[in-house]
């Protein structure tokens, strides 16, 4: 059972008070918490960041085998496939990067 700071509790050698913290312990405390939120939210950014890179990498591949090739309905297929594979990775991803954070 919680203890509640600055209260008594019932304990098998009788009657115990629990030790308030100081304001000094708190902010330790707090800024620990504060350190390891804003490492968690840098590490999302980065994820976020490159997997965004990637997907702009696969368009880019599959839009420059478009320009490479000689035959006009391959050269199609993977400029478009290029495009939607580029553009919609990255707005999914984004999507999903949004909706993570906004679920934390």
């Given at each position: 059972m919680p203890v509640e700071p600055g209260?008594?509790?019932?304990?098998?050698?009788?009657?115990r008070f629990a030790r308030r913290r100081t304001p000094e312990e708190r902010a330790e405390e707090l800024l620990a918490l504060e350190r390891e939120a804003e490492r968690e939210e840098r590490a999302a950014t980065?994820?976020?960041l490159i997997s965004?890179?990637?997907?702009?990498?696969?368009g880019l591949a599959l839009m420059s085998y478009a320009v490479h090739t000689t035959d006009l309905r391959v050269g199609g297929m993977a400029y478009?496939?290029?495009l939607?594979?580029?553009?919609g990775?990255?707005?999914?991803?984004?999507?999903g990067a949004f909706l993570r954070s906004m679920r934390d």
């Open positions: 209260t008594a509790s019932e304990s098998e050698g009788g009657l980065a994820r976020t965004c890179f990637a997907w702009v990498l696969i478009w496939a290029g939607l594979l580029g553009n990775g990255v707005l999914l991803t984004l999507i």
